[in-house]
């Protein structure tokens, strides 16, 4: 639109540290314009993830050192409840020093659940909450417990084994309750789940978390961003700063162009008053998304 040598004339964010502005204002021979950048890296499900990622890196350092991943079971989501939270930082701090470069170690999570019983006859059958009785971790118990239909109440995180000790401890607490249920008494029971700690590396220090966010709607997921960096966008331009507003706005793995485009095809020009221009960056391709061209 305006060719020449454009170069910074002002860094509004050095100049106002305290005020909310956009980040510069540039300038060829005949106009300025000053610039906003916004990075599209989610909702505010996924920015709420990347936050709790980051802060368990720093919390669950072991005072030993050392990088780590933890693998959790699957189905665990992040932010993860403080108590637990708290348990596997000791968990943690117990197993990180045992471990070289390389190795893992499995850290102890205690769950609890109940056996009740729908038939006291039949050949031996149990299922829980995750499984059926013929899946790998369930089919051992049929020549363990008694003769019967057992149905372990265990709700929570799928069953996550890293030895066959910790998998035998399990056996044994479910074989013992189901034995109590058919005396015809409540059968609670304890154990311990493991979660795989491997250590990384020894130049840096901090535990990175496997683990996922809830599912959500892609298409929401993108308006909702898209809609939320427009408004703080917005709210660096109100005040007139140059000639030309610009807010530019960068896509992410979880954010892609075509959809961003979509969602900018439903703005009103009056839900964009602040700005004159919006450009999309989506790695070396740029293009203009407001105000709209043939090209859109």
Not at 183 to 203: F, Q, S, V
């Amino acid at each position: 639109m305006y060719g020449g040598v454009w170069s910074v004339e002002q860094n509004l964010d050095d100049l106002y540290p305290s005020k909310s502005t956009p980040e510069v204002i540039v300038a060829n021979s005949s106009v300025t314009a000053a610039i906003e950048v916004k990075r599209l890296a989610g909702d505010s499900v996924f920015q709420a993830y990347m936050e709790s990622v980051q802060s368990l890196e720093r919390y669950l350092a072991p005072s030993c050192g050392g990088y780590y991943m933890l693998k959790p079971p699957s189905g665990l989501q992040l932010p993860m409840d403080l108590r637990l939270r708290k348990h596997v930082r000791e968990e943690i701090e117990r197993v990180a020093p045992t471990l070289a470069v390389g190795e893992s170690g499995p850290i102890r999570v205690p769950r609890q659940g109940l056996i009740s019983l729908s038939s006291e006859f039949g050949p031996s059958y149990i299922s829980c909450t995750h499984l059926g009785p013929y899946s790998d971790l369930l089919r051992p118990l049929l020549d363990l417990i008694p003769t019967g239909r057992f149905f372990l109440v265990d709700e929570g995180l799928e069953h996550s084994f890293v030895t066959d000790e910790g998998r035998e401890e399990f056996y044994q607490a479910v074989v013992t309750a189901c034995w109590i249920r058919l005396e015809g008494k409540r059968a609670p029971l304890t154990w311990c789940e493991e979660w795989k700690l491997t250590k990384l590396g020894n130049d840096e220090s901090g535990v990175y978390v496997m683990a996922v966010t809830k599912a959500t709607d892609m298409n929401e997921s993108v308006t909702e961003c898209v809609a939320r960096m427009i408004k703080q966008g917005q709210e660096k331009f109100k005040k007139r700063w140059a000639d030309h507003h610009i807010l530019v706005l960068q896509t992410s793995v979880g954010v892609p162009a075509r959809l961003v485009s979509a969602v900018m095809a439903g703005f009103e020009p009056e839900d964009l008053k602040e700005v004159d221009l919006i450009l999309l960056v989506d790695k070396d391709r740029i293009v203009q998304c407001y105000p709209p061209t043939s090209a859109n």
